[in-house]
Every structure is written in structure tokens, then in C-alpha cells.
């Protein structure tokens, strides 16, 4: 038999002869009806961590991560309300069970029955995932919650005290709630989980409100490694800024009264506490992982010994809530039960085709209050001198702190984010005087921890935010890619559109800097961005187009609740001329805040047809300054500027090549991975012109004279342009 049978056997042959594993007393605020109510969500979560197997077995269901011996996380979903948002660890079925009780209307054993089939009547997912979630319990699905989630936790944390300040128009987090987010053991030793508690704790240690309750659950292993004993406790039991809490999770009773007790400091002091629950791991991970092939049978039957039902069932009787013989009863009809949903739930419809799986990649639109923009008064009383210089020609970064300030002052919800992005306005002067136009809050400077920036984004963009975090240099972004990819993209997948991750993250990037940095500041990859569904990639080559562009991705944030990733060529930042020193031939005026580009729309400068350059960021400066003496010769160029990078404009870039005799792209990031791959691949499936491309090596950026050595330049470009000419005839 395997461990899951060896279990419910035990079960019941215990609770018959009255043979229940030692423990405390019951004691504490649970009364008799609110025990046996905790005890009955223990048996469902139990039944159906049972049935999945069976589900599993039979080719019906198809995947199991189970939640037996973490069933005493109910008491703490009855501690909490189910107005806190949590954010919940994998084991966690008996509490989502338990908050369903609180909720009118709720069929937690139908919605967990459906997941575990993988229906698309699945209210969470749609079929996409068996996990734990519910908008109506205010618990968003985790799909993999190692520890990517407490960053996230931190940062709607931080959103509720933020939104007593500035009240977004989408907020839905109550001004008296608390953040709840649960973890494994092993998962406390992630560095991300450990980035997230350091960041609760910096920010409680400057008394900055933050009411969130981590909860870890300790069933003492991670997989098959064992987390040393005592290690919790002695790591977190005296955090500076973390209150400790700790129970054990194997009694209700005790449980429930310890939660209630975390949950009261942390509502009443809008600090963070960090709750430690003891408890067991029974029948192994997942799946068909046997514990005893690397733990001693001994170590798991007394695991098993200690079952958490047991202990339940006996405190019930030591209150006078329920006798044995009724206990016992409730769990084989609670069994019979599932099994007779299971039936039906097996028969719902599933997922079939691509569009069917990708249709929540892209959230659904949401309604928004119109906005008229600043009165005139107000915007000449915030933009000040800078004013006047608006119909001056200006570089790219006055331009792009212009239109931030203009966004701010139309939309109240957008708060920025990043390392000293506040009073220093940034490493290159692009958010200045902007913390004294809007204030700390609105312009927050954070820790130097890229995961905590975007973890803090999340959770804001939860509470109806418009986040706009900066990761101060593209080659930081490697630091916290997983927030990107494995939390904000998948939300709304996962979620059947039901919660999303709206927001714009700006990163200084690309290549070309003269005096600074090297590799680690010059970074000319955008692979990573460019392979995440749903995400929106955007790229300007010029000040003005950058003002216009970025309004595009804050629209797209508030309205359509999308992932931007706004590029900014650093090295364009600073550029004044073009072709020779003093010509101010790549500056610009300050678009008119109305003005915008719209998503997938490029740009085409000329409407010469022997050449067409397709490109984007610095290659559009070098393709410009290539194109004067390519057009000298008489070779007719049109600089076409792809803006979007992803998904690519593919329409619009055929539209714009039309005509054209020849294609040359001109990428800046590198030969393999790079965009221009991307571009190849479109234009012969859509074109059949000449073409050809020129990109960077495969290689890091060095510092020095070399610094754009291995990128494209103006000679080679014009270089590739004549030899395209050439074979191209």
C-alpha cells in the first residue's frame, strides 16, 4: 500500500479504538462549534488530497501537491478575515477551505475538484493549473511558491498604508486589512524569501507601515533535505523590525489563539510579524515521490503517528465539541462526498486548442475615470522654469522626466520606485526634482534589492497602483528576472484575468556609454524580456518619441492592464548632434502632453526604395548618421524605427519595408538570442527582397577605448549597406 492508504488506515483504525498521540490540553478562545467547524475543513482537505491521487491513478487528474499534515492552517484562516489577502504556500488547501466558510456562496470542494482535473470550469485557472486561489477569498493563485511571492507580499503590503495616503481608483485591499503570505521551511532559505524579510524589516525599522504576517510552515524538510532542527526559531526569532510569533500547528486550539494574536499585533501596530508553525509532511513532496527511499521507515511512520486529524479529534473530545464515533463519522462521509463530486467534476469540459490556453495571456481591459489633465495653473506651478524650455530643442532625459512629470500630475495612482530614484533623481538625472514635485511617497527610494523593487511593483499594482519601478541598469535586471517572468506575466494567466500585474518598469540599457561601466553597465540583451508572454517590450530611439511612447505605456498599464518594459538607450540620454559637433541634429522639443505613439506603431523616416534599415534604440542614431553618405552615392534609404520590440509590430513593419528593394536590420544586442533574428525570421516569411543583417558579437561590453567594439557602428553599417547593394542586384 503506499503512505496515503498506510494514513487514512491509521486514521481510522486510531480514532476507533481511541488511540490518539499524546498533546496539550485545549485552550484558548476556540469555542466547541468553531472546532468542529476548523476539524470538518481538515477532513475535505484530507479527502481530497486522497482523491487527486485516485485522480491522478486513473488519468483524470495530473498533478498532485498535496497539503496532509499542514491541515492545522485552517485554524489560522479562521483567525484572519477573508478581506486579508493571502498569499498562500502549496499546502495550503485546509485554509482556503476554511476561508470559504467565512464567505457566503462558496463550493470549495467542487472549485478544488475542477482544478484537480484540469477543467476549464476551474474558477481560478480556466484549466491552466492546479492551484490554490479565489477572487472571492481574496487569494491569488501561486503557481510555484518557492518563494517569488514574498516580495510581492512585502510590496501589497506596503500598498495599504499607501492607499490610506493616495486612494487609487482601483483599490481593493480595506484600509484596516493585513497581508498574509505562507512558506515552506526550506523556502525561508531562498534568497529571495530572505530579501523579502530584510525589506519588511528595513521598512518597519524606519516605522513605515507594513502590515504583513508571514506564516512559515515547518514540517522540517524540503523535498529530501531536512532543515536542520531549531534552525527557524534561532534564525527568526529575534529579527530586529520582525515580531516573532510561534505555535504548534498540529493543535487548533493552540493554533488559532497564537494566530489571533500575530494577526491582532500586526492589524493594530501596521507592523510585520513573522508566525512559525510546526507541522508534519505526510505521503512525501509530490506526486510519486516515496519518502522512504530517503528517509529512514521509522522517521516516516512517526511523522505519520502525529497525524494532525488525530490530534483534532482528540482535543474535540477533551473540549466536549465531538465525541470520537461522530469525528470518525464526519470524516468517511466527508471521503464519500468527494468522491461522488469527483465523479461529476471529471466530466467537465478542458482546455483544447492554443487560443484556448492563451486566452488570459493578455488581461481584460478595464474601465477608468476619464482625466482631463492638470489645470494650466497647476502644471506651470509644478514644471516652473522648466516651462519656458518646453519649445526648446532638449536631450532625451529632460524629455523623459518632462513626460513623467506630466503623467504624475495626470494620474494620482502612478507611484515610481527604485534605487535613488527620489532625491538623487536618479544615476543619470532622469527622475530630478521629481520627490520634490510629488512627494516621498510618490517617489520612493528603495534598498538596493532589484527582486524588493519589483516585488514592492506587484503588490502595489494589486492594490490599484500604477507602478513604475526602475532597475537602475538593464544587467540588474538578471538579479530579479523571475519577479518579471514567473510572477507579474503569469498572474493574470493564471488567474483567468482575474488578478493582473499592470505597470511600466523603466530600465536604463543597451550599449555604447564611453566612460562607464563595462559589461555590468552596458548591457545589450533583451533576450530574457523578449521571451516572456504577454509582456510589452518598448524601445525608444529619440527624446520626443520617448515622451510619446511612454504615455502609450502608462495607457496600456491603467487601461488595459498590461506588463511594460520601457528601454531607455543610455547612451542616448545625453546626445545632442548627429552628424558633427554642434549640429543638434538628435534633439528635440517636448511633445505636446496629448501625443502619443500607439502600441505597434514604428516609425519611417524617408521613403527611399533601394534600402530600407530596419532597426531600433542606438541603431536608429548610427543608421541616420550611415544613411548621409549612403544617400550621397544615390542610394535611396528609409530608416524604419520598430519601437516595439515585443511582441513585434509584424504589420506595421511590412507595411513600412513595402516598396523597399532591399532590407538591412541593424541590431545592437547580440548575434544569437538578438532581435534581429526575430526580424529575419518575418520578413522572409512575409517579403522576398534582398536582405541582410548586421548585430553585435556574442560577447560582454568592455570599458575603455573598445567600449562599442563588438557592437554595430556607422562605418559598418554603411559597410553592410554597399555590400547588400551589391549582392542584392
Not at 35 to 56: E, I, K, P, T
Not at 62 to 75: L, Q, R, W
Not at 559 to 580: G, K
Request: hydrophobic content about 40%.
Amino acid at each position: 500500500m503506499d503512505r496515503a492508504t498506510i494514513v487514512h488506515d491509521n486514521f481510522l483504525r486510531r480514532v476507533a479504538a481511541r488511540d490518539f498521540p499524546a498533546g496539550a490540553t485545549p485552550s484558548g478562545p476556540l469555542t466547541a462549534s468553531e472546532a468542529v467547524g476548523l476539524y470538518r475543513a481538515q477532513c475535505l482537505s484530507r479527502a481530497l488530497d486522497r482523491q487527486s491521487r485516485a485522480m491522478q491513478k486513473a488519468g483524470q487528474g495530473f498533478y498532485t501537491i498535496g497539503s496532509s499534515g499542514h491541515e492545522g492552517m485552517a485554524a489560522v484562516a479562521a483567525a484572519l478575515r477573508p478581506t486579508d489577502p493571502a498569499f498562500l504556500h502549496y499546502r495550503d488547501a485546509a485554509f482556503q477551505i476554511a476561508r470559504s466558510d467565512q464567505v457566503s456562496g462558496q463550493s470549495p470542494t467542487w472549485d478544488i475538484l475542477l482544478s484537480f482535473a484540469s477543467s476549464s470550469d476551474d474558477p481560478i485557472s480556466g484549466g491552466r493549473h492546479k492551484v490554490l486561489g479565489s477572487k472571492a477569498l481574496c487569494i491569488p493563485p501561486q503557481t510555484s511558491t518557492i518563494a517569488s511571492h514574498l516580495p510581492k507580499a512585502v510590496g501589497a503590503a506596503y500598498a495599504i498604508g499607501a492607499a490610506r495616503r493616495h486612494k487609487p481608483e482601483h483599490a481593493e485591499m480595506p484600509d484596516d486589512a493585513i497581508v498574509y503570505c505562507s512558506f515552506g521551511d526550506a523556502s525561508a532559505n531562498h534568497s529571495t524569501a530572505q530579501g523579502a524579510f530584510n525589506t519588511a524589516q528595513w521598512t518597519s525599522y524606519q516605522s513605515v507601515p507594513l502590515p504583513l504576517l508571514f506564516c512559515c510552515e515547518d514540517n522540517g524538510i524540503g523535498i529530501s533535505t531536512k532543515t536542520p532542527q531549531g534552525w527557524i526559531a534561532a534564525t527568526f526569532s529575534h529579527r530586529p523590525g520582525l515580531k516573532y510569533f510561534t505555535c504548534d500547528g498540529l493543535d487548533i486550539f493552540e493554533t488559532y489563539r497564537v494566530s489571533q494574536e500575530a494577526a491582532a499585533y500586526v492589524r493594530s501596530r501596521k507592523k510585520p510579524a513573522f508566525l512559525h508553525i510546526r507541522t508534519v509532511r505526510l505521503y512525501g513532496h509530490a506526486g510519486a515521490d516515496m519518502p522512504t527511499t530517503y528517509m529512514p521507515k521509522s522517521e516516516v511512520e512517526a511523522e505519520e503517528a502525529n497525524d494532525p486529524l488525530l490530534h483534532s479529534v482528540r482535543l474535540m473530545e477533551k473540549s466536549g465539541a465531538m465525541q470520537p464515533d461522530d469525528a470518525l463519522k464526519v470524516y468517511t462521509d466527508t471521503c464519500d462526498r468527494v468522491a461522488r463530486v469527483a465523479d461529476k467534476a471529471i466530466t467537465r469540459p478542458r482546455l483544447k486548442t492554443a487560443g484556448d490556453v492563451m486566452a488570459s495571456l493578455i488581461p481584460p481591459a478595464r474601465p477608468c475615470a476619464p482625466t482631463n489633465g492638470p489645470s494650466a495653473e497647476h502644471r506651470a506651478e509644478v514644471f516652473g522654469g522648466d516651462l519656458k524650455a518646453h519649445a526648446e530643442p532638449q536631450i532625451m532625459s529632460r524629455l523623459i522626466n518632462w513626460a513623467l512629470s506630466d503623467l504624475m500630475l495626470e494620474h494620482g495612482e502612478i507611484v515610481m520606485m527604485g534605487e535613488d530614484v527620489g532625491r538623487k533623481g536618479g544615476v543619470y538625472g532622469v527622475t530630478q526634482k521629481l520627490q520634490a514635485r510629488f512627494g516621498p511617497d510618490r517617489m520612493i527610494d528603495t534598498l538596493l534589492d532589484e527582486q524588493s523593487i519589483l516585488g514592492l511593483a506587484i503588490g502595489m499594482a494589486q492594490n490599484g497602483f500604477t507602478p513604475m519601478p526602475e532597475i537602475q541598469f538593464l544587467a540588474y535586471l538578471h538579479n530579479a528576472e523571475d519577479q518579471l517572468r514567473g510572477e507579474a506575466a503569469t498572474l493574470p494567466f493564471f488567474s483567468n484575468g482575474q488578478y493582473t500585474n499592470p505597470m511600466v518598469v523603466r530600465i536604463a540599457g543597451l550599449g555604447y556609454q564611453k566612460g562607464f561601466g563595462g559589461h555590468f553597465h552596458n548591457d545589450n540583451s533583451v533576450a530574457v524580456l523578449r521571451d516572456i508572454p504577454g509582456l510589452i517590450l518598448a524601445c525608444p530611439s529619440n527624446g520626443a518619441d520617448a515622451a510619446r511612447m511612454l504615455r502609450e505605456c502608462v495607457r496600456l498599464a491603467r487601461e488595459e492592464q498590461r506588463l511594460v518594459v520601457f528601454l531607455e538607450p543610455i547612451a542616448l540620454y545625453p546626445m545632442r548632434d548627429l552628424h558633427e559637433a554642434g549640429d543638434s541634429g538628435w534633439m528635440h522639443t517636448y511633445p505636446d502632453p496629448s501625443e502619443r505613439i500607439g502600441f505597434g506603431e514604428v516609425g519611417v523616416d524617408g521613403d527611399g526604395d533601394d534600402l530600407a534599415i530596419v532597426t531600433f534604440g542606438n541603431g536608429v542614431y548610427l543608421s541616420h548618421q550611415a544613411r548621409k553618405p549612403l544617400e550621397a552615392d544615390g542610394i535611396k534609404t528609409r530608416i524604419i524605427d520598430t519601437r516595439w520590440l515585443s511582441p513585434l509590430p509584424k504589420d506595421a513593419l511590412t507595411r513600412a519595408v513595402s516598396g523597399a528593394k532591399r532590407i538591412l536590420i541593424v541590431d545592437e544586442t547580440r548575434h544569437h538570442g538578438g532581435v534581429a533574428e526575430a526580424l529575419m525570421a518575418h520578413f522572409h516569411e512575409t517579403t522576398d527582397v534582398p536582405m541582410a543583417r548586421i548585430t553585435a558579437e556574442d560577447s560582454f561590453i568592455a570599458t575603455g577605448p573598445a567600449y562599442a567594439a563588438t557592437m554595430p557602428s556607422k562605418d559598418s553599417i554603411e559597410a553592410a549597406a554597399r555590400s547588400l547593394m551589391e549582392t542584392g542586384k
